[in-house]
């Protein structure tokens, strides 16, 4: 089969077969496809969509390039979670520690930074030290050891995926549902667990923009997983406003860090109080929600989360005196403070604006091969609801030395970032549902 041949019959909005599905994939590790030809046939999905059953052949195509892992040996049941992907979205860095504390076997693959979206890998690997491209013999190992370890993708596992899913970053075609899908649910399968919970986010900080898509796409997902014999369970959370207070990679591991040691913002604590509920649930470990919030408020007050958050950083090689040390981060040499013009209350925090805030200022990429500043990035001082004075600062911008224009552009965004109103607004409701 031609790839000219399969991007125009997508192009023209008909069905693949499912051998045609294969032949794609196939052909683009061989390098037989070239990358232009995938992005202009990702570019005709984003525009014609792919059905159901195209859907389930492209992410079983994604697991079938590579290895499945098999933890049958360790535990008959291993659980895994996976964000849509937002800002400030550090809920794997505290989520994996807190169940992996309460006895339950954490297999955790995670991405790079895609589109204006931080990555979970990005953020860990500014931990000094700090190794997440694993092995499968050194993944499944570290899991036999301490119960949890969180690996990049490994070439071995979903190899077109991780191909793919760079290629994406650059070529406008990361929001489409069907390939985010295949993404999502082909890394969960070969990751080995049999408890899958998605957070799937909408607003102005997400791919997915309406909670309306965001339940289609959590649907799609969930059927997606049906089909391939995997039971998948999704929550719909809002993006509107990044989560916690701390935007880019070393910052948001900081504010992990206090997240465990039992400071912690509310709509972190409430998305990933969600999450571990689900996963106990399923598990047998609990019977209620409740119940799932006494264990996992006894994990972090008792210190076993924080220190199950050590284990994992010491056997991936990172140095564990950052729990302690914040300054082994290297901190950015300089902020700027963006402060209010007006009293009032913050009406609006967008999301949208403060990632790419954040990304001039060197936090995110705008190619593959764009290096990162693990130390950019800004904190929020206020977010929708409170109340501010003239002259308050509302978020910092944490930059080194980068040109005068893109630090100018950063804090045109950030003040855009922000609306003040003489009316208290009640902020945005986080969980849209389950």
């Not at 969180?150 to 071995?156: A, C, K, L, R, T």
Request: charge should be negative.
């Amino acid at each position: 089969m031609r790839a000219v041949d399969l991007i125009q019959k997508k192009k023209e909005g008909q069905k693949h077969t499912r051998e045609e599905i294969y032949s794609l994939v196939d052909g683009y590790m061989k390098g037989e496809i070239e990358d232009y030809q995938m992005s202009a046939w990702l570019m005709a999905v984003c525009f014609q969509g792919l059905d159901k059953d195209e859907t389930a052949w492209l992410t079983q195509a994604f697991v079938d390039s590579g290895e499945v892992l098999d933890f049958s040996h360790i535990s008959d049941f291993v659980a895994d979670k996976h964000s849509t992907g937002g800002v400030g979205d550090k809920v794997t860095i505290v989520l994996i520690p807190l169940l992996a504390s309460l006895g339950v076997t954490c297999a955790k693959l995670s991405g790079r930074g895609l589109g204006y979206t931080g990555g979970t890998v990005d953020k860990l690997e500014s931990i000094p030290g700090f190794k997440c491209e694993m092995s499968k013999d050194e993944f499944m190992s570290q899991i036999k050891e301490i119960n949890a370890a969180i690996s990049s993708q490994s070439p071995n596992l979903t190899p077109a995926d991780g191909k793919i899913y760079a290629l994406r970053d650059v070529s406008a075609t990361v929001d489409n549902k069907s390939l985010i899908c295949a993404s999502v649910v082909s890394k969960k399968i070969a990751s080995g667990a049999n408890s899958i919970v998605l957070d799937v986010k909408y607003g102005s900080g997400a791919f997915i923009k309406t909670k309306e898509e965001a339940q289609e796409l959590a649907s799609l997902m969930i059927e997606t997983g049906a089909l391939l014999n995997r039971k998948i369970s999704a929550i719909i959370t809002s993006m509107e406003q990044p989560l916690g207070k701390n935007i880019g990679n070393s910052l948001e591991i900081i504010e992990s860090i206090e997240f465990l040691k039992g400071n912690y913002e509310k709509d972190l604590y409430d998305v990933t109080l969600e999450i571990v509920a689900k996963t106990l649930i399923a598990g047998g470990l609990c019977k209620t929600k409740q119940e799932a919030k006494e264990k996992m408020d006894e994990s972090i007050k008792s210190g076993s989360a924080l220190e199950m958050l050590k284990k994992i950083i010491a056997c991936q090689g990172g140095n564990p005196d950052v729990i302690n040390d914040y300054s082994l981060f290297h901190p950015a040499k300089n902020s700027v403070e963006i402060k209010a013009e007006q009293n009032g209350y913050i009406s609006n925090l967008d999301a949208l604006e403060i990632a790419h805030a954040c990304k001039l200022l060197g936090a995110g990429r705008d190619k593959k091969t764009d290096p990162i500043d693990y130390s950019a990035g800004c904190i929020l001082c206020k977010k929708t609801g409170d109340a501010v004075q003239k002259g308050e600062t509302v978020l910092t911008l944490y930059h080194n030395d980068i040109k005068e224009e893109k630090l100018k552009e950063a804090k045109e965004h950030a003040g855009n970032s922000f609306l003040i109103t003489n009316t208290k607004v009640t902020p945005p409701v986080l969980i849209y549902g389950v």
